[in-house]
């Protein structure tokens, strides 16, 4: 096995693929418009006009719909945006690295807020609940990946009850489209994402090659503390599971602490680490994680680090968004020779 730098491979449709779509356009959206959202129902007299997101996923997704020029405020950054969508991002005011307060939302007068985690809009939100923004007449819509088959109210960021499928990131995209009668457009992310991912299975399906193992490592609150790592049925799971390699950690938690000595004992063939630019714990940093990796009495020992098995991955590509395909694309072509 050989780990090389991930290029990514934006794959067009086929020709056969876009003439199905061209014969099964989406019907157009008929007003007031009613959806369910997280088991809370959602009304919609038109489209909206002015959107404030809370979460980076929730955000790329309205810009890949088209929808840029509506968004009027974002929150929760890991990593800077993406090159295409530099431009337009950098007109819109940023309210916040990590949770805005809900004062800094209802300031820009949305009329819809998209959420990547329900923790921050919810029965307890950081941000506030539902029913605070209900009261003000503005619509809160959860990406369904993080409610549907989670408990948001078991551990730090959640318990999975089912396993993450594809399906509710699909499903987050056609609801948005459905609320800004945009579907076509949906459509069209959606056959070139199914692509993708068919052809990173593809990718892996031909390396004849022992069975691998990994672990995702998020964050820690220290650097000496246990690392937050994915858990058995969030999406770093998905992507290793759809690539047919196994995650070491057991815990259904989204993201579980576990300590390093147990990680060291499971010795996974690579590790993941999370880059990103928000700087909320040290180990943000994926310069100070690979530091620690290597100079650890512990980690420094795992074959994963002896041998230089570490993919660094930007953490958005970690999430239930846009950037899944990214990531699942630099796994892909990280454990497969040249």
């Not at 129902?41 to 509506?70: D, N």
């Not at 193992?213 to 790592?229: G, N, Q």
């Not at 004992?265 to 180990?283: E, G």
Request: net charge negative; glycine share 6%.
């Amino acid at each position: 096995m050989s780990l090389r730098p991930l290029a990514v491979l934006f794959t067009g449709l086929t020709l056969s693929s876009a003439l199905f779509m061209s014969a099964a356009i989406a019907a157009p959206t008929h007003y007031p418009l009613t959806i369910d959202n997280c088991g809370v129902p959602l009304t919609f007299a038109h489209a909206p006009h002015r959107i404030v997101t809370i979460g980076q996923a929730a955000t790329e997704m309205l810009y890949a719909l088209g929808l840029g020029q509506q968004v009027v405020g974002t929150s929760l950054w890991f990593n800077d945006t993406l090159p295409q969508f530099s431009a337009q991002n950098a007109r819109i005011e940023r309210l916040a690295d990590n949770a805005p307060s809900f004062e800094s939302v209802i300031g820009k007068r949305p009329d819809f807020v998209p959420v990547q985690f329900e923790w921050m809009v919810g029965p307890q939100g950081a941000v506030g609940t539902r029913q605070q923004f209900q009261d003000l007449n503005i619509a809160t819509y959860i990406l369904p990946s993080d409610c549907e088959g989670k408990n948001n109210r078991v551990g730090a960021d959640g318990t999975r009850t089912e396993a993450f499928g594809v399906d509710t990131l699909y499903k987050s995209i056609r609801q948005q489209a459905q609320i800004f009668d945009v579907q076509d457009r949906a459509e069209q992310l959606i056959e070139g994402y199914k692509r993708r991912l068919a052809d990173a299975v593809e990718q892996t399906r031909r390396r004849n090659a022992e069975p691998l193992s990994a672990v995702f490592w998020f964050s820690s609150p220290d650097l000496h503390s246990d690392p937050y790592v994915a858990g058995r049925k969030g999406i770093p799971h998905f992507m290793l599971d759809t690539l047919g390699m196994r995650n070491v950690i057991q815990s259904d938690e989204e993201w579980p602490t576990v300590g390093w000595e147990t990680i060291a004992k499971a010795n996974p063939t690579i590790l993941v680490i999370a880059r990103m630019d928000r700087r909320r714990y040290p180990a943000d940093d994926h310069e100070k994680k690979l530091a620690f990796l290597k100079s650890d009495p512990v980690t420094r020992n795992m074959d994963a680090v002896k041998n230089n098995r570490i993919v660094i991955m930007d953490a958005s590509a970690m999430e239930s968004g846009i950037r899944l395909f990214d990531g699942i694309e630099q796994l892909a072509a990280a454990t497969t020779g040249p």
